[in-house]
Nanobody, 125 residues
Framework: QVQLVESGGGLVQAGGSLRLSCAAS????????MTWFRQAPGKEREFVAA??????????NYADSVKGRFTISRDDAKNTLYLQMNSLKPEDTAVYYC????????????????RGQGTQVTVSS
């Protein structure tokens, strides 16, 4: 059974940093476009960042709200996806999810083939 397991979330003060990881099992990460989504309390789930397959150039795409602060990356040898989050703001507080989509990264939740269970990020002011 394919699993995506997020880790690295926690409580951090505004201006701080966190690095999220998403470990994939029974899935060859190199074949998938990968995406981070997040969902804040009382809000809809939203796109955060995406990265294409390394064979497809490994191009990245970010939501305007995180551009310049967050960096998505992947290590196919370790079957792991990352999200480096710097200059965190209270509005970044959410559950963060990684997803995998065959070939091209998903831009919508429903467009993902596999989804993780999420990791909580809380940013205090």
């Amino acid at each position: 059974q394919v699993q995506l397991v997020e880790s690295g979330g926690g409580l951090v003060q505004a201006g701080g940093s966190l690095r999220l990881s998403c470990a994939a099992s029974r899935l060859t990460l190199s074949a998938y476009g990968m995406t981070w989504f997040r969902q804040a309390p009382g809000k809809e789930r939203e796109f955060v960042a995406a990265i294409s397959r390394s064979g497809g150039g490994g191009s990245t795409n970010y939501a305007d709200s995180v551009k310049g602060r967050f960096t998505i990356s992947r290590d196919d040898a370790k079957n792991t996806l990352y999200l480096q989050m710097n200059s965190l703001k209270p509005e970044d507080t959410a559950v963060y999810y990684c997803t995998a989509a065959l070939w091209a990264p998903a831009t919508t939740w429903s467009g993902s083939n596999y989804r993780g269970q999420g990791t909580q990020v809380t940013v205090s002011s």
